[in-house]
């Protein structure tokens, strides 16, 4: 495993800063991003707003009128190198799908150009243990790392405008849990009642950054029923550890 190189703080704007742990997708720095979110947590840092883990960087708002940018890089360095995400309890997500069809729109051409049946490629992607390793783009989605490498697909060329609330997706060696309606390039391959991000419901983000997650194939015909489950608040993601 090559070593990361040492974590570097840059300023963002007067009122941030971010703490870059890398260059590119690296989950042993998403590790070190996950970690230090936790620790920086933990310590409850006069001043600090909000932390917002990345793949490789986190984000850190803070109030500059009551710490000030010397002084917070100072703290954080000194948590860099922190062990509490190993320390953390794990949550695991039971997340149905149901794969194909008018869910999933992309699974067989995606199926052919790996040349494995859709049944196969539906136990590939749903073998899986995947670990959110950060939430973006829109609320509540989930970019999942842990794609099995035999089905990592390269993005469409021609992203679509719209695709569906709930899509099961796929990009390059990246998986997602989208929650709402938005445009996509990656490759639908299901569709899950659960809503990651919930604003009537308590929490209102079911994912954290550092969750676990497995997908279980669910037939059709169960998709209205957990849908409206969903819509009432409830999680329909089984908890499965913690």
Request: a neutral charge.
């Amino acid at each position: 495993m090559t070593a990361l190189p040492a974590p570097q703080i840059l300023p963002s704007g007067d009122a941030a800063l971010t703490v870059e742990f890398g260059r590119s997708i690296d989950m042993q720095a998403n590790r070190k991003v996950l970690a230090l979110d936790r620790a920086l947590a933990d310590q409850k840092i006069a001043g600090v707003i909000e932390a917002v883990p990345t793949y490789r960087s986190l984000l850190v708002h803070y109030d500059p009128v009551r710490i000030g940018f010397a002084e917070l890089s100072k703290r954080i360095m000194s948590l860099a190198g922190t062990k509490t995400a190993e320390a953390r309890n794990i949550r695991r997500w039971r997340v149905p799908v149901v794969y194909g069809g008018d869910y999933g729109i992309d699974l067989d051409d995606v199926a052919r150009v790996h040349d494995i049946s859709t049944t196969e490629l539906i136990a590939r992607h749903a073998s899986g243990n995947y670990l959110v390793a950060m939430i973006g783009f829109t609320p509540g989605f989930a970019y999942l790392s842990g794609l099995d490498p035999s089905i990592a697909t390269p993005r469409r060329s021609s992203p679509r405008s719209h695709t569906p609330a709930g899509t099961i997706s796929i990009g390059g060696m990246q998986a997602c849990v989208q929650c709402l309606a938005a445009p996509s390039g990656w490759h639908l391959l299901g569709r899950t009642p659960v809503r990651t991000f919930h604003p009537r419901r308590d929490p209102v983000f079911l994912m954290e950054p550092g969750d676990h997650v497995a997908f279980e194939a669910i037939a059709a015909a169960e998709f209205d029923r957990l849908d409206r489950a969903a819509e009432r608040g409830e999680p329909v993601a089984e908890l499965i550890a913690q």
